[in-house]
């Protein structure tokens, strides 16, 4: 699902016209279902598969793009920075890794941890975090972050969902998209959903300086420059003026706030 999720990307936003992937799984199953699907991808793809281990057979590379999905949480952490040396190797000039991992309360605060092991050994996190500070996320056991879409399930998993007791129809999901080299995106990353309350809407948001703040607007300060916060969701990069005292950012209607790209 990675790989096709890439392909789906790159046909978008026409960043490729090509891709040409290598994958490993331990599953032979798997992959053969991911070369019949491949067959599906929205642009031209080319697909060679090896079964192993992802800690032993890694093709040599190098590759501009590397998609662990759902693949550190099953390791032990001396097996997950073995494994993330290893990619260092392989990945090309300006190349990426994406970690994509469940966004289960205790895997991602993992993830969230192991965060921090990556920026020690040099590595740069382009996103989701605004900055390479230690997360603030991190002080409360009930606190993660992470990422989720909205979306119409199909009956089958929507029946899934209902008995499970979700209160929504959406994925989640938590990563990390690391490079030897390369800038952040800008801008400061909402890290809940909207906190809506009689009179006022709050978010969460974490900020380029490390920090973790709650960006509050009154209902009586809605204006069209600030209205922006109405269709803010989980994720998403914004840039917001207010007034900042302590942990809260005061948004008046004379602030104005932007949703940047995702």
């Known amino acids: 699902t990675t790989g096709l999720g890439a392909a789906r990307a790159a046909a978008a936003g026409g960043w490729a016209e090509r891709l040409t992937v290598s994958a490993v799984d331990r599953d032979g199953a798997a992959l053969e279902a991911y070369r019949r699907l491949a067959a599906h991808a929205p642009l031209p793809f080319s697909l060679t598969t090896r079964a192993g281990d992802a800690r032993r057979s890694l093709p040599a590379g190098p590759f501009d793009l590397v998609l662990l999905g759902l693949v550190l949480n099953e390791l032990a952490p001396e097996a997950r920075d073995r494994l993330l ?25 993992r993830l969230m941890a192991w965060r921090e092991d990556a920026l020690a050994a040099g590595w740069r996190l382009l996103a989701p975090c605004p900055h390479e500070a230690p997360c603030p996320m991190l002080r409360r056991e009930r ?27 959406r994925s989640t999901s938590a990563y990390l998209v690391l490079s030897r080299e390369g800038a952040r995106s800008e801008g400061d990353r909402v890290v809940s ?14 900020r380029p300086s490390g920090h973790l703040v709650t960006l509050r607007r009154l209902d009586r300060h809605r204006s069209p420059g600030n209205a922006a916060l109405d269709s803010v969701r989980r994720y998403d990069r914004i840039r917001a003026e207010g007034d900042r005292r302590g942990a809260a950012m005061r948004v008046g209607p004379d602030d104005r706030v932007e949703v940047l790209a995702p």
């Open 193 to 206: 959903q909207p906190l809506i309350s009689k009179g006022k809407r709050e978010l969460w948001v974490c």
């Open 143 to 169: 606190d993660w972050c992470h990422d989720e879409h909205p979306q119409r399930l199909p009956p089958a998993l929507a029946t899934v969902a209902r008995e499970a007791g979700l209160r929504f129809e």
């Open 85 to 109: 040396a290893s990619l260092a190797a392989r990945l090309a000039p300006r190349g990426a890794v994406v970690v994509v991992e469940p966004a289960l309360r205790d895997v991602t605060r």
